[in-house]
């Protein structure tokens, strides 16, 4: 998916979501291949902890957006 793609379905402006993709490829989550993002082949447990880590500094993805990826958070 293109940053573009994942800022569109996100609700996200472009500036916002190419900031998460770097951020993330950054920490070892994303990987890119001709600027389409999939997620790295990474320890599942390895890649929660980053993801809260992220979350929590990142409060603004914990809104409502982050129900898309998590919908039994928000139950």
């Known amino acids: 998916m293109t940053a573009e793609a994942i800022a569109e379905h996100m609700s996200f402006s472009r500036t916002t ?3 998460y993709v770097r951020e993330l490829a950054n920490v070892g989550l994303l990987v890119s291949h001709n600027g389409v993002y999939s997620l790295a082949p990474v320890n599942p ?3 929660i902890q980053l ?5 929590t500094k990142h409060s603004d993805i914990t809104s409502a957006r982050h129900a898309a990826f998590f919908p039994q958070a928000a139950a």
Do not use: I, N, W
């Open 17 to 19: 979501c190419y900031r």
């Open 51 to 55: 993801l809260r880590k992220y979350a």
């Open 45 to 47: 447990v390895a890649a």
